[in-house]
């Protein structure tokens, strides 16, 4: 695994990030696109449609954009992470403390829900009093998942040798990776 002072050569051109719920994956992979120039398509908008139902066409869209030369996504969902991780040259894996990713998530969730924030494909985030309700409420889920990611990210050194791993551990490391990505090798 590599960390944030390991130099990527070459520069990334296929890479996914992962992590839980709340730690900015979103944001990382936008950053990520626009310093390398490559085109960001946010894989949470492909996989829900209207009524947060899976589109029937998720796979087929997954398998289209990640034949392209260069893209960025998030690593999700079962059904493609193991085509994501073959096709992909990097992996950003971004772990933060659970305490920030949980003042984020809760941050994040009540923003969205509170502004009315129309998500994907119409969706927005359910009323809050739904924590208590729906076992796969965000909330719930971002606490239920949090360690998922430190048995998933690992198994993929064996699994997908190629796959160039950047482990993140805090947002200044983030933010230097990124920063990093932004000044041409020399």
């Given at each position: ?53 899976p589109r029937p066409t998720f796979v087929e869209d997954v398998d289209r954009f ?9 690593w999700l969902y079962g059904p493609v992470r193991p085509m994501l991780a073959e ?42 009093w739904t924590f208590f309700t729906d076992r796969g409420h965000i909330l719930r ?46």
């Open positions: 695994m590599l960390s944030v002072d390991d130099l990527l050569d070459p520069a990334p051109r296929r890479v996914l990030v992962a992590g839980v719920s709340g730690v900015g994956k979103t944001t990382t992979a936008r950053r990520i696109a626009e310093v390398l120039g490559i085109r960001h398509t946010e894989i949470d908008a492909l996989f829900h449609g209207p009524g947060w139902e990640t034949r392209e030369d260069s893209w960025i996504t998030e096709r992909a040259d990097t992996l950003v894996w971004v772990d933060l403390p659970t305490r920030v990713m949980l003042r984020r998530l809760l941050r994040r969730t009540l923003r969205r829900r509170l502004g009315r924030e129309e998500l994907w494909n119409g969706n927005v985030e359910p009323p809050l889920w971002g606490i239920s998942t949090r360690n998922a990611m430190r048995e998933q990210v690992p198994a993929l050194e064996g699994s997908a040798p190629h796959l160039r791993i950047v482990h993140l551990r805090s947002q200044h490391e983030v933010d230097a990776f990124v920063e990093r990505l932004a000044r041409p090798a020399v």
